[in-house]
């Protein structure tokens, strides 16, 4: 040994961002994943898996993270020399499945998907490079009726999962009406037609508003015009908009505040982008969502219309939308703030279009399915009954190791998740390790049983509320709760009426 | 548009080796994981879930693919320069977290895993470079009851996933036995002790002894000797063995051969390595778990002993198994070939040890998945019960879109997969989408039927047996089969009993 010491051991760390989960956070998320997924095939999508990664160019470029190493993405080489990255997102995928296979899928196609995505971010509290996401898509098609059915699917999940109507809220916007408000300030921001400072502008104002859960009115106000130096000094050059323009913008984002309904809402706006052919468009498509979603009953304490909802990604084209959480969670001082948002969407008209040059307009909705589950954990709502723990058969005599397996074998067959101890040391160790595992109990058979045709149970929930009770140490070894010896061949009855007595009654 | 196309377009391409997967895929496939979770539970495991990739230098090398790029991963840089790569196996992130995590942990550590793996391999037919990996594994424990273990479970799985006894065989060799082989024929195999040309030579025979299954006892002997020119005319390099070594080496390969039981496979191989301390140690080893399995029940027909069982993997020390089913399919020419390996593994007694320099010894069984499922369509075992579509509710006015959805809202909220058709098209369209989509029925509602409180249901599934039979025009026109009228307020009382009519009955 000493000699291998000379090599170099790799360091046992996770890669920044990363992490491990265990067995609680994956049973409640598996429970959580079935939920949605009930939910998403009510609506009549259908799953689909792309692979994890596809080639660079494929994807394409969306994330708003331009000033990050491979702008958000982890990309590789093939070894043809070819760019490959790791999906950022699943709607990226979706495009290229969707040209790639254009002719034979039904239209619209709807399709849901549930994995595992990956950006290139800076990490930090609750915010990983690795997480998971759930979306639904309709592609191919223009009816804003498919906008309108992503917020009911939004809102029906957010109910499925337990979270109570006003404790969420689906908000929706208008890329549109984003673009008719920045026409009628005198910048137009199509890419085809603006200029280039003008659709560099377009993207900054965006991004602006998109900050303002985080930096409030006036930071978003200072971002709208010279620029706004932050807590720890750093200068963020702003849109250099004037007075008057950036007043009109946040008359803008500020028509949700007073308005009483959706309705309202929209009529405010409706006056700021008169002028604007988009920004019209974009009005009329938001009313016929709103009388869709009004008919069938997701009114404004479900889904509302909010100005102030941008959505990061750069490849929306119309109506997007966020879901958020409206209660209040304590934060690592103790200082009561919102849960914000647990998933987004919007249209994108252009997406398939890019592989093909054909039309394929087509929105979706994703849940983050890990900030979901920290939400649901906070009301209280994961489900946390992960069920007991193994029954464990302790190893008196290891070389009557065969006699021990065949008991597990026997509370196996009926249906009793059970193990024999399989390391190498003795009595106390084995005890430490069935506690460490929350076994519920114990089954012993030492010489004595053996040849008294018993073994023994030892109960070790039981005995863990007996030893609060019981101060005495002569008085412990005397009772010995919760142990009891049975005949062997009623073993198995009898480790089925103790884990009846503790089963976790299910939680609603 | 015009002017966009000069914009060179990204081909719409799946990278090589990767597949998109599809709804029936998908449910069979987690169908299936669902059972084998069920099987690794009532054993004991727990659930852990790893990042997708690691740094590099902790998942170390063990991929047989030294001629690949990369040895067989797929890795990239990260911002600070450090190498990570996507994980090739479920077993090498394990042994980072159990290092990672040593002290906390309960002796032994038992945790599952299930997820994708990604390996930089040429693909084939059947092989892709990114595979889904069912893994469970005991670590710090040196009890061959641990192995013994994991051939149980993989003999329960087969058979929880209705591959019948007799159907699947897990074989077990021991890499100590094939060290004490080579040991006996002069070779010293041990990283420490042995020359770089013996510690190479070493791994050249186990390659040539693993590839038995596809190039026959004559094929193995050429590689152990001078080399082997394949079909295409490549020559490998064989391990230049001399024809004694060689002899006696192929004299183990066809120990089982013989053999009519396990005892007696181990005692024609024992005398092959009585000279060697290690492989002395390795007998006495399969001797313990062959005590075992057989004192449980585990006997020829599930698990047997199979001196050719080598396994890939570098990393294994001691015991290694394979599950292979044993049932014929047909391959691409018609020809019958055995399915072969669906899963395996060993004992790995160094990879945590790696890390930390303190002993770690473990064993571990992994099921490949998407092999297996393949493996369960051809025996015609899979589930292929997916359910009945999506009702679809055609729009015969665009104006009227909230009326359709109001009607899709009421078959959901009765727990019936509905839609409203979201598209933009005419009659036909939206008839041939409710086909495509594989609706059971679709729902109608047009001025005449609204003026009657009424709606019609087309019963797509009744209507296209009916097709079948008639074969007049003119009949099929006048009696319109499977299309009937009720009143509106019995559309889901309807429409559920169209669904139970065609419930696809449970399969077993």
Same sequence: chains 1, 2.
């Avoid at 059915?149 to 549109?176: H, P």
């Avoid at 249209?347 to 890990?370: K, N, W």
Wanted: charged share 25%; net charge neutral; glycine share 10%.
């Amino acid at each position: 040994m000493a000699k291998k010491t000379k090599q170099k051991r790799p360091a046992a760390r996770l890669p920044k961002g990363m992490r491990d989960i265990g067995p609680a956070e994956i049973r409640a998320m598996n429970a959580m994943i079935a939920t949605i997924r009930d939910v998403y095939e009510s609506y009549g999508f259908e799953p689909l898996e792309t692979p994890a990664f596809e080639y660079t160019d494929a994807l394409g470029k969306f994330l708003p993270d331009t000033d990050r190493p491979n702008e958000g993405v982890f990309s590789f080489q093939d070894e043809d020399d070819q760019w490959l990255s790791l999906r950022y997102d699943q709607t990226a995928p979706l495009a290229r499945y969707v040209a790639q296979n254009f002719d034979m899928l039904p239209k619209p196609f709807r399709r849901y998907a549930v994995g595992p995505v990956w950006r290139n971010e800076k990490p930090g509290p609750g915010r990983f490079r690795q997480f998971m996401q759930f979306d639904a898509d309709t592609v191919a098609t223009t009816s804003v009726a498919a906008d309108a059915e992503m917020c009911m699917l939004a809102a029906d999940t957010m109910e499925a999962l337990g979270i109570a109507r006003g404790q969420y809220q689906v908000r929706v916007n208008s890329r549109k009406v984003l673009d008719g408000v920045l026409e009628g300030i005198g910048i137009d921001p199509s890419f085809s037609t603006g200029t280039e400072q003008q659709v560099r502008t377009r993207l900054t104002v965006l991004r602006a508003i998109d900050k303002l859960d985080r930096l409030g009115m006036e930071g978003v106000s200072a971002l709208l015009g010279p620029g706004r130096k932050d807590e720890s000094g750093d200068y963020t050059k702003g849109a250099g908009l004037d007075p008057q323009q950036i007043d009109k913008l946040m008359t803008f984002i500020s028509a949700g505040l007073a308005a009483n309904s959706a309705q309202q809402t929209l009529n405010s706006i409706q006056a700021l982008v008169e002028n604007s052919e988009t920004g019209r468009q974009g009005i009329e498509e938001l009313m016929e969502m709103q009388t869709l979603l009004e008919s069938t009953g997701y009114t404004n304490k479900r889904v509302l219309m909010d100005p102030t909802i941008v959505r990061g990604l750069d490849y929306y084209t119309g109506p997007v939308f966020e879901a958020e959480l409206t209660f209040e969670v304590k934060d690592d001082k103790g200082q009561p703030v919102r849960f914000g948002s647990v998933g987004g969407g919007g249209r994108y008209d252009d997406l398939v279009t890019r592989f093909t040059g054909r039309p394929a307009p087509a929105t979706g909705f994703s849940i983050g399915v890990s900030r979901l589950q920290s939400a649901l954990q906070a009301l209280g709502r994961q489900n946390t009954n992960v069920g007991l723990g193994t029954v464990v058969v302790l190893v008196m005599d290891f070389n009557e190791r065969p006699r021990y397996l065949t008991m597990v074998n026997a509370l196996r067959s009926a249906g009793i998740r059970a193990e024999m101890y399989l390391g190498t040391s003795g009595m106390k160790a084995q005890m430490k390790y069935a506690d460490k595992r929350g076994a519920p109990c114990v089954i012993i058979q030492g010489e004595d049983e053996l040849a008294n045709g018993q073994v023994q149970i030892k109960d070790l929930i039981e005995g863990a509320k007996a030893a609060q009770s019981i101060k005495d140490n002569k008085e412990w070894k005397s009772t010995r709760p919760a142990q009891f010896a049975v005949e062997s061949e009623k073993l198995v009855e009898a480790v089925t009426s103790v884990l009846a007595r503790h089963s976790p009654q299910v939680k609603n």
